[in-house]
Every structure is written in structure tokens, then in C-alpha cells.
């Protein structure tokens, strides 16, 4: 999310292609991919500071990814996944992307989060792969059987890699 919405540890343009090039199986779970990180709060801009955030310490503070913004990051991990030669899985933990993001948290909104599915959705329409799911898990992302869950996803990928 930093990456694509100017965040303060972004990744880089290369993120999931070496897995996807090689087609390594993979599970995809999007933690705390629901906020976008800022610097001090002082130094946000009035805009985004009208958004739920947290001042996780002086100098980091996270802000509520948007719809949009959600939009704009599942679709660019679908458009990554609909091109790789392995198998591959988004878990979407329908009640929660992070410790913050959770019923009763301070940045709780599940009406921005779905914007990460809609992303999804629309970027395996536009990069459409027999190879490629999505999965909606109705877990917080943080919960065991949520691990425990896309540890047996990534067994069946690695077993139907074999096979396929």
C-alpha cells in the first residue's frame, strides 16, 4: 500500500514478480495492507488527517487505507497473480487486515476493506488465470485458524502443482 500511495516503507515495482516468474506456489495474505504510513502526525497533510488514524510513536503514524486505495492494491496484486505461471491464492480475511483494523479498533471499516476484494475481482477480470483464486476467509487476519487455514491453502497449491 506504501508503494503505491506514497508511504513512508514502500516496497519496490518488483514485489511478487520473482514468485510469480517462477510460479512458486503461493499464498497471498494482504497484513496490515490496510493502512498506508505516514510520518509524524504533524507533518500529514489536513486531508488525510480527516481519516481514521492511529500514532503508533513519534515518528510513524497509520492512516486508514481508503476504498480506493484498497481498490487500487487488490487489483495490482491480481494483475501480478493472473500472470504467474504457479498457482496462487488471495486470502481475504473478511474481519480484519490488522490488530487495529479489528471490531471495536480504531481504524475498523469494513466498508474501505472491500474495496480490496472489488480490486481483486476486477483485476483477475482483466488478467484472467485458471491458476489464480480468491478466497474470502470470515476471520480476522490475526486469528490462528486464519494461519491455519492458508497453511492448508498453500499444501492443496503445492499438492496441485505436483499433479497439474
Known amino acids: 500500500t506504501d508503494y503505491l500511495y506514497g508511504g513512508i516503507m514502500p516496497a519496490t515495482d518488483q514485489r511478487l514478480l520473482a514468485s510469480c516468474r517462477k510460479g ?3 499464498v497471498i ?7 498506508v504510513l505516514y510520518g509524524p502526525v504533524e507533518e500529514i ?8 488514524y492511529v500514532i503508533h510513536n513519534p515518528i510513524h503514524t497509520h492512516v486508514k487505507a481508503n476504498y480506493d486505495e484498497m481498490f487500487g492494491l487488490g487489483k495490482f496484486i491480481a494483475e501480478r497473480l493472473g500472470q504467474s505461471k504457479g498457482y496462487g491464492t488471495v ?10 483494523n479489528i471490531a ?6 469494513p466498508e474501505s476493506d472491500r474495496g480490496f476484494r472489488d480490486g481483486l475481482e476486477d483485476g483477475l477480470r482483466q488478467f484472467p488465470s485458471e491458476k489464480a ?19 492448508n491453502e498453500l499444501h ?5 502443482g505436483k499433479n497439474g
Do not use: W, Y
Open 156 to 160: 492443496a497449491l503445492i499438492q496441485k
Open 29 to 35: 495474505a494482504p497484513g496490515c495492507a490496510d493502512i
Open 133 to 151: 483464486i480468491i478466497k474470502s476467509v470470515d476471520l480476522h487476519i490475526n486469528d490462528p485458524l486464519f494461519a491455519e487455514t492458508a497453511v
Open 45 to 52: 497533510p489536513e486531508e488525510i488527517l480527516k481519516r481514521k
Open 24 to 26: 512458486v506456489p503461493q
Open 104 to 109: 471495536g479498533g480504531p481504524i475498523f471499516e
Open 91 to 100: 486470502m481475504v480475511p473478511e474481519r480484519g487486515f490488522s490488530q487495529l
